[in-house]
Every structure is written in structure tokens, then in C-alpha cells.
């Protein structure tokens, strides 16, 4: 039979903490969260990419309409089709939970491209602009910028190809259309259009090897942190156990007399060996929480940490034994972390439910949340709220262990376990 102890309740889950609603709306505009600085780089620089198409293809529509009598009727149509398509799917892929495949992105949106202005021969008319026109093909300015995303992805020989190519393309069509045949002075302006699109490649290529080189810096900062860490836990190990054998076990042995016994010797020395048999379960000192204890410490941990979460707690009715503090502190500590990445990540219209069970022998603590949810194959090490905070916390724990489950659009839920026997 169980009973519920404290609660966190839904009664306050609609007081939002404060700056709640700015946090959402900026969550929405940026987009999830990704596993590297590199991956994030990618998304709102692609992003950046595909809205500045787009707002060049509105800008230029009256050149666009302006310069329709120069093609059949259905090359306007197309061309802007075939850049805003591309375009708007790029954006729309950068707000996906998965970051998106920027070499395929890339090759769509040079292909397109190439290809609209390639149709621009096939459907001119034979007509020229009138005199003291620059432009008679409408995407001549910004045909090379598909290339940078190409960079992004890490091509940048292909973009410096696509760049040259396709302005050479555009210039040579834009001629055509302006002369009715070709100037080899005016591809000045070619080499001109190439330059200035090399310089945001340029911008691209140090952008992006600097989020890498910041990456493997993050990463290698935490692997020195993560053995620094468990080399001052075992140098603390070391010398409790050392203080042990000279406090303890030396001060005995020096005080047993061949041929007597001593009761009071012999008390010292079973309290020693147990205190040695316990070495690896926490400190001596360490008497124990009880279920109800550990009921109100866990309730009210989840509500300073989020209010808006939800807390309960079973409780065994022959659950009378005691749970040992350093074990708990670390589940406490572990649901504290989920808690924050459900706020962090989940967004404002999500909730979040803490359930703790406690029966003589295993705890049991379920963060469940509605969120989005992600893949936890593809959170890399170097995440730390995840990979420290919550499974490397509960892995160092004797007889503890935690489990997460999550995939997009199917909320996230992560259990963390405690059994007595395999704590022994």
C-alpha cells in the first residue's frame, strides 16, 4: 500500500518563472537546441542564407516583371520558383529538431539556380533591353550565394567552383539580354560580382573552423575535468582510508598483547573491520534518510528548481529502513538537472512530472515531460547537463543507475534507480 507525501502540484504550473514568455519567444525564433557550436553555426547561418534569398527574390520582382518581355512567359514564372522553393525549404529545415543535411541543401539550391538561369537562354525571345539598362537577367547579383552553403557543410573547393561558374553564367545571359551579343570588358563586372561573394566565403570558411576548433576546446576541457574530477575522488579515498588504517587499525595491532584478551580491544577492532568492509558505501558518518524524509527533501528541491514541475511521492507502507544520504543526494541532485533541461529545452507550454517511489529496498524517480524530445544517440559526450549531471552522476553512484528515453516529438522521459543489494 502506498501513500502520497508532499507535492509540487499543477496548481502551480501556470505561475511561469519570470522572463518565461521572452525565453519562449526567443526559443521559437532560434530554434532547438543542438550538441555542438559547429551544428548551431550551421543552422542560423543556413538560415541567414535562405531568408536573404528570399528577400532579394521580393526586392527584384519588378525587375522580374519589368524584364519579362525579353523571355517567353513562363521563364519569370520559373525562376522565381525555382529560387524560392529551395529557399523557403532551407529555412523551414534549420527549425526541424534534426540540424539539416547541408551538402544536400547546397546542391539543391546551386542546381536550381544553375538551372534558371540556363533556361533564360532557352526561352529568349531574341529582344534586348532598352538603352542604359544593367540588368537583364534579375538574379545576376546573388546567383552565387547558394555556394556558401555549400561551405557550410565543409565543400568549399565546390563553392568556389559553383561561385565562379554560375556568376559567369549570369553575366554571360545578362549581356546577351542587355547587347544582343557578347563584350569580354564586360565580364569586369563577373569578377567583380565573384570577388565580393569570396569575401563571405572567406567569412564562412573562419567561421566555421572556428566552431570546430572551439568544439574539440570544449570537449577536451571536460575530458580534463572529468579526470580531474575522479582523480581528487580517489586521492579523498586514499587518505580516509589512510587516516583509517593509522587512527584505526595501527593503533589496535599496537595495543594487542600476546596471550590476553581485551574485550573492549576486540569491540575496537569488528567496528574497524566493518568500517573497511563499508569503504566503498559512503561515509561512516552517514546514518541514513528515511522514506518521508526523502519524500519532503526531493518535493521541495523539484519546486525551488522549477515551481511549474510536479511532485509526488509513494512511499511504501513497510518501508521503514533508512536510505543511505550520499546515494540520495545524488538522485537529488540528478532530478534537480533533468528538471532545469526541461525548462532549458522544453519550452514554456510543456509540463513536467516528478514521481518518487520508496520501498524498503529501491528508490525509483521519473522525470516525465511532454516537450518536443530529441534523439539521445545524437547529444554529444561533451553536453554535460545529460552526460555529467544526470547519467555520469547516477553512474558513480553504487547500485544506482539511469535510463532516458526520448524521441522527436514524443516528449522525454528519464529514470533514475537505486537498489539496495547492488549497492552492497
Known amino acids: 500500500m502506498t501513500h502520497s507525501v508532499a507535492t509540487a502540484g499543477h496548481e502551480t504550473a501556470t505561475a511561469a518563472p519570470p522572463g518565461a514568455d521572452h525565453t519562449g519567444w526567443r526559443a521559437r525564433l532560434t530554434g532547438p537546441a543542438d550538441s555542438s557550436g559547429l551544428a ?33 512567359w513562363w521563364w519569370p514564372l520559373v525562376s522565381v520558383l525555382l529560387v524560392a522553393a529551395p529557399s523557403t525549404a532551407l529555412v523551414a529545415a534549420t527549425y526541424r529538431l534534426r540540424p539539416p543535411n547541408l551538402t544536400a541543401f547546397g546542391i539543391l539550391l546551386c542546381a536550381a539556380l544553375t538551372l534558371a538561369a540556363a533556361l533564360w537562354f532557352v526561352s529568349w525571345n531574341g529582344d534586348v533591353a532598352p538603352d542604359n539598362s544593367r540588368w537583364a537577367v534579375w ?9 556558401l552553403v555549400l561551405s557550410l557543410a565543409g565543400h568549399h573547393r565546390w563553392a568556389f567552383f559553383y561561385i565562379v561558374g554560375s556568376t559567369l553564367l549570369a553575366h554571360t545571359a545578362n549581356q546577351v539580354g542587355i547587347n544582343g551579343h557578347l563584350q569580354l570588358e564586360m565580364y569586369l563586372n563577373a569578377l567583380l560580382t565573384i570577388a565580393l561573394i569570396c569575401v563571405f566565403l572567406s567569412i564562412t570558411v573562419v567561421t566555421r573552423r572556428t566552431a570546430e576548433v572551439l568544439d574539440e576546446e570544449h570537449a577536451a576541457a571536460v575530458r580534463a575535468a572529468s579526470d580531474s574530477a575522479a582523480s581528487t575522488a580517489q586521492e579523498q579515498v586514499r587518505a580516509r582510508f589512510a587516516g583509517l588504517t593509522h587512527d584505526r587499525v595501527m593503533a ?56 511549474a514541475a510536479a511532485c509526488q511521492v509513494h512511499v511504501d507502507a513497510d518501508s521503514g529502513g533508512r536510505y543511505p544520504v550520499s546515494a540520495m543526494s545524488g538522485i537529488l541532485e540528478a532530478t534537480c538537472e533533468a528538471v532545469r533541461n526541461w525548462r532549458r529545452h522544453a519550452g514554456t507550454d510543456s ?15 521519473t522525470i516525465v515531460d511532454d516537450g518536443p524530445g530529441f534523439d539521445p544517440a545524437a547529444v554529444a ?44
Do not use: Y
Open 252 to 307: 589496535i595491532l599496537q595495543n594487542v598483547h600476546r596471550g590476553r584478551q581485551d574485550p573492549g580491544l576486540s569491540a575496537q577492532a569488528f567496528s574497524a573491520l566493518d568500517e573497511l568492509d563499508h569503504r566503498g558505501h559512503g561515509d561512516p558518518s552517514d546514518h541514513g534518510l528515511t522514506a518521508d524524509d526523502f519524500g519532503r527533501r526531493i518535493c521541495a528541491a523539484v519546486e525551488f528548481t522549477d515551481p
Open 381 to 424: 559526450p561533451e553536453r554535460l547537463g545529460l552526460s555529467t549531471g544526470i547519467v555520469g552522476r547516477m553512474d558513480a553512484l553504487p547500485g544506482a543507475r539511469a535510463h532516458v528515453r526520448s524521441a522527436s516529438g514524443h516528449g522525454t522521459t528519464i529514470a533514475l534507480e537505486w537498489v539496495r543489494d547492488a549497492a552492497q
Open 351 to 365: 509540463d513536467c512530472t516528478v514521481t518518487c517511489e520508496l520501498t524498503a529496498d529501491r528508490v525509483h524517480v
Open 139 to 147: 538574379m545576376i547579383q546573388f546567383i552565387g550565394v547558394p555556394g
Open 40 to 72: 548551431r553555426v550551421q543552422r542560423l547561418v543556413a538560415r541567414f542564407i535562405g531568408c536573404g534569398l528570399l528577400a532579394l527574390t521580393v526586392c527584384l520582382l519588378p525587375v522580374v516583371i519589368d524584364r519579362a518581355d525579353l523571355t517567353a
